[in-house]
């Protein structure tokens, strides 16, 4: 609180010392050398992928079931988002579905760290070197993530983060940031995000407004201290709802992948006759959800595309399955007690 008055006494609302010591904290957090703050997740993974070198017409390879920001980032550029399956035990963009959907036009290839997870992406990195793609991560999902101790976001030529106030690191507004290794990326990034600025009132390129507002650097500053501890108490919390739900008859718990220290954004289990099971939590009070129920391919915005239903088996299968359940570090037992008590009953009843 002390910090925001000091912004609003000073009246210093964009950029600023707020925003580099945010952008200075969160790349140390992951072990990147830059943070670009901007506005807000979409826009990070549409600046990310154009400093990457992803121009219209070029193909970008994501998987059918994310957000779609993932393909709408693409769409922007004028680039062509091209969807592919997921796994089918932990629905992350299946690496061999990727290799075959690689023609003479993929530019870039968005491997989405969903639910919190890290997707594999030693396994795509192969697979762009040898069609001279580029990797851009989503990481809105993962703050916190690790695969074989590598942090979600670190893996690829650059990523792209959501600040959205319901992730793990959540802003009190929308923010986004940009990760990468890259300082000509970092940079380019910065220039674009500015008007194609990196210079007041030369504009070399043509670019956006999209920057991280210093009142929610000063809110996401004071709670990346707390990521950590935040981060073991979703895991824990995740734990207790697997153990809760070992013995339902029906319901499939998500798993961590070998490799993967995951962190939780969200705790989806697949359940047979879902949206009843759904309908039951709502009308118990319980605010469960569903994170996709339409896939990228099947949504209207991409009816032009020519997908249709069985053109990705596992993604549609799953989005008739997956069931989110309430989740947050502060959760209690008796909380979740009262989560699963409804949802088993739902699935019990005839």
């Known amino acids: 609180m002390a910090e925001l008055a000091s912004v609003l006494a000073s009246a210093s609302f964009i950029g600023g010392p707020a925003?580099?010591?945010?952008?200075?904290?969160?790349?140390?957090?992951?072990?990147?050398?830059?943070?670009?703050?901007?506005?807000?997740?979409?826009?990070?993974?549409?600046?990310?992928?154009?400093?990457?070198?992803?121009?219209?017409?070029?193909?970008?390879?994501?998987?059918?079931?994310?957000?779609?920001a993932t393909a709408e980032a693409v769409s922007r550029i004028g680039a062509v988002p091209v969807p592919v399956d997921v796994d089918?035990?932990?629905?992350?963009?299946?690496?061999?579905?990727?290799?075959?959907?690689?023609?003479?036009?993929?530019?870039?290839?968005?491997?989405?760290?969903?639910?919190?997870?890290?997707?594999?992406?030693?396994?795509?990195?192969?697979?762009?070197?040898?069609?001279g793609a580029v990797i851009i991560e989503d990481a809105a999902q993962s703050q916190g993530a690790t695969r074989f101790g590598r942090?979600?976001?670190?893996?690829?030529?650059?990523?792209?983060?959501?600040?959205?106030?319901?992730?793990?690191?959540?802003?009190?507004?929308?923010?986004?940031?940009?990760?990468?290794?890259d300082s000509a990326v970092a940079k380019q990034v910065r220039t674009l995000a500015s008007h194609g600025s990196a210079e007041k009132y030369r504009h070399d390129v043509v670019g956006v407004n999209s920057r991280l507002d210093t009142v929610q650097a000063v809110v996401l500053k004071a709670k990346l201290a707390r990521l950590q501890s935040w981060n073991a108490l979703r895991r824990a919390a995740a734990e207790r709802y697997s153990e809760l739900l070992a013995d339902v008859p029906g319901v499939v718990v998500p798993q961590e992948a070998p490799g993967n220290s995951d962190v939780w954004h969200l705790y989806v289990v697949r359940v047979p006759q879902r949206d009843a099971a759904l309908a039951a939590l709502l009308?118990?009070?319980?605010?469960?959800?569903?994170?996709?129920?339409?896939?990228?391919?099947?949504?209207?915005?991409?009816?032009?595309?020519?997908?249709?239903?069985g053109s990705f088996p596992v993604a549609e299968d799953a989005a008739g399955q997956i069931l989110s359940l309430p989740l947050f570090p502060h959760i209690t037992l008796t909380q979740q007690e009262r989560v699963t008590g409804v949802l088993s009953a739902a699935l019990e009843a005839p």
Not at 171 to 181: E, F, I, K, R, S
Not at 296 to 302: K, M, Q, R
């Open 19 to 68: 925003v580099a010591d945010f952008e200075t904290a969160y790349a140390s957090f992951v072990g990147a050398r830059h943070c670009v703050g901007v506005a807000n997740g979409t826009d990070a993974l549409e600046l990310a992928l154009r400093a990457g070198g992803v121009r219209p017409g070029g193909e970008v390879i994501l998987p059918a079931n994310t957000f779609i």
């Open 151 to 181: 942090a979600a976001g670190t893996w690829g030529l650059a990523a792209g983060t959501s600040f959205y106030p319901g992730k793990n690191l959540g802003a009190a507004g929308d923010a986004g940031g940009v990760l990468t290794n």
């Open 283 to 309: 009308e118990a009070g319980v605010q469960a959800g569903i994170h996709y129920p339409v896939p990228v391919h099947l949504s209207g915005a991409y009816d032009s595309a020519g997908y249709g239903p």
């Open 88 to 131: 089918p035990t932990y629905l992350l963009i299946a690496p061999d579905a990727v290799a075959a959907a690689v023609t003479g036009r993929t530019q870039a290839i968005v491997p989405v760290h969903l639910f919190g997870q890290t997707a594999f992406v030693e396994q795509l990195i192969p697979i762009a070197e040898s069609c």
